[in-house]
């Protein structure tokens, strides 16, 4: 899961050094476990309420785990953060959209194509393809970013070093962001792009938030405009 996490961070365009630091938090985002019973890990039937909020503490004690260390404290907020949501469904802080640092959605895809494909008490391991299937209908529903949903896939299919030559776009747009950028540039509604993309709304809500304020602008006139001049549509298209 390391591995695969810190793989992706290099293919979304992050540094080596904040790869590094993405590889850190997955070998250390279960730290927490020790604070959980083992019959709860171990119960092949549905876990009961109480059992269930155990479970979900097990990322708030990483987090106190490592909080006193100052090399580790960073490390250990985003260690805690992997079961965080993009829809602020996740745990323990229930963190929603911008707020979800952008490794710890990294952490959050690759934690989820790594864990289905493991066995649990409860069930059967999954094949590659369904955890595949499963990270993209994730991102559709809004649940995980779909920028990083296409970082641990192309990690995981090793396709990671051909996703880093391409390189990111202007203002550090990622291939995702350029390819929303453009349907806005042109006029396309979001619920259009969401369509379009098979992503949800959120998602792209989320992804007009990163493009402005990468861009340095506040409006879809603006976003146009750094489009035109940065070549990624004609002017005669921006509607």
């Known amino acids: 899961?390391?591995?695969?996490a810190s793989?992706?961070?290099?293919?979304?365009?992050?540094?080596?050094g904040e790869s590094a630091t993405v590889r850190r938090a997955a070998l250390l985002q279960d730290l927490g476990r020790a604070g959980v019973s083992a019959t709860i890990w171990d119960k092949p039937g549905p876990l009961s309420p109480g059992e269930w909020e155990r479970v979900r503490l097990h990322t708030y004690f990483t987090e106190r785990m490592l909080a006193r260390p100052p090399v580790l404290a960073a490390?250990?907020?985003?260690?805690?953060?992997?079961?965080?949501?993009?829809d602020g469904s996740g745990y323990h802080r229930g963190l929603a959209g911008s707020a979800v640092p952008a490794a710890a959605r990294l952490l959050a895809a690759a934690?989820?194509?790594?864990?289905v494909q493991e066995r649990r008490a409860h069930r059967p391991p999954a094949a590659a393809a369904d955890a595949d299937r499963l990270l993209r209908s994730e991102a559709k529903a809004g649940r995980l970013d779909a920028d990083a949903v296409d970082a641990v896939l192309a990690a995981a299919a090793g396709r990671g070093h051909a996703?880093?030559?391409?390189?990111?776009?202007?203002?550090?747009?990622?291939?995702?962001?350029?390819?929303?950028?453009r349907m806005l540039a042109t006029g396309v509604r979001n619920r259009d792009?969401?369509?379009?993309?098979?992503?949800?709304?959120?998602?792209?809500?989320?992804?007009?938030?990163?493009?402005?304020?990468?861009?340095?602008?506040?409006t879809r006139a603006g976003a146009a405009l750094f489009a035109m001049r940065h070549?990624?549509?004609?002017?005669?298209?921006?509607?």
């Not at 490390?75 to 993009?86: F, K, P, Q």
């Open 1 to 4: 899961m390391a591995d695969l």
């Open 7 to 16: 793989a992706a961070a290099l293919t979304s365009g992050l540094g080596e």
């Open 75 to 86: 490390i250990g907020e985003l260690a805690a953060a992997h079961h965080e949501r993009m």
């Open 111 to 115: 934690d989820v194509h790594r864990a």
């Open 163 to 181: 996703s880093r030559r391409r390189g990111s776009g202007p203002a550090g747009l990622t291939p995702r962001e350029v390819e929303v950028l």
């Open 193 to 218: 792009v969401a369509e379009a993309l098979h992503i949800s709304r959120k998602t792209v809500a989320t992804h007009v938030e990163h493009i402005y304020a990468k861009a340095g602008v506040s």
């Open 231 to 239: 070549g990624l549509v004609d002017a005669e298209k921006i509607g």
